[in-house]
């Protein structure tokens, strides 16, 4: 029996039509309106774009997001391997790391980390419980704004990583680990070799979130007087006063870094999705 070929039209649908135009209409005014707002100060914009000062910031935006994510991920391992351990003591520790550096806030700790000379004034390596100090050093010239900044996004993304990598081992099927420990594999291989590269499918995509979300929570590190990105631009407009020029200038350098975060995150997401279903 020979099968007709379906001829499906689809219905007319008037509404997307005026609601793309409307959309299209509001975009193209909200554009205009922008571009030609002379208090916008294109010209200073255009001129602090590529600005020393401007570029030495972006550096050290970069770099504290890259140092905070690589040993943030590195603390969330950690604290998600011991969440996930049949010891109560690791479990409990790694508990209350995540419940406290959680439900903290960011910049609470941040304004913490800068002005931990004033619990600790010296801070140093030696014996436990009050023996001889080996090595000292003085928390105010120890503890730079730059290190004030990386340890508090450090600990903190760790807490977050943590949930995060709990979850993606607990998505895999326990019967990969049995099958493991059948084959004599040890926790260890089992963890590094058959765990975590099939968790890495669930890790990935909100790790890039966090790692974009790094990327503007660098800003904060302006109330501790950081040198990235915001903080330069604030130091700039608070000398010529032109506070809006300077913040568009940061906005875009953002909106650039997280484009190229969001297609790395992408060619990750599907480096590690091959294999799936409809992939």
Partial sequence: MTE?????????????????????????WLAYTIIVNENLHWDVIVAFLF???????????????????????ALGVIAAVMQLSDSPVLRGAAG???????GTPLLVQLIFWFNVGLVFPVIGIGVPFGGPMLVEWQANVL???????????TINEGAY???????GIRSVDPGQREAAEALGM??????????LPQAMRV??????????????????????????????????????????????VASVWYLVLTTVASVGQHFLEKRFSRGEAGR
Wanted: without cysteine; hydrophobic residues 60%.
């Fill in 143 to 153: 503890i730079t704004p730059f290190i004030a900044a990386a340890l508090g996004l």
């Fill in 186 to 195: 040890s926790h260890r291989q089992i963890l590094r070799r058959v765990v």
């Fill in 51 to 73: 600005d020393p000062r401007i570029l030495s910031g972006l550096l050290v935006t970069i770099a504290l997001t890259v140092l905070s994510m690589v040993i943030g991920v």
């Fill in 4 to 28: 007709l070929p379906i001829d499906a039209v689809r219905p007319p649908r008037p509404g997307r039509v005026v609601a793309a135009a409307l959309a299209g209409l509001a975009l193209a």
């Fill in 203 to 248: 890790i990935i995509p909100p790790t890039g979130n966090q790692f974009i979300s790094m990327l503007k929570t660098t800003s904060m590190v302006s109330v501790i007087a950081g040198a990235e990105l915001l903080t330069v631009a604030q130091r700039i407009y608070l000398g010529n006063f032109e506070v809006i020029a300077l913040l568009v």
């Fill in 96 to 102: 209350l790391y995540t419940w406290f550096f959680r």
């Fill in 161 to 167: 990583m943590a949930e995060i990598v709990r979850a």
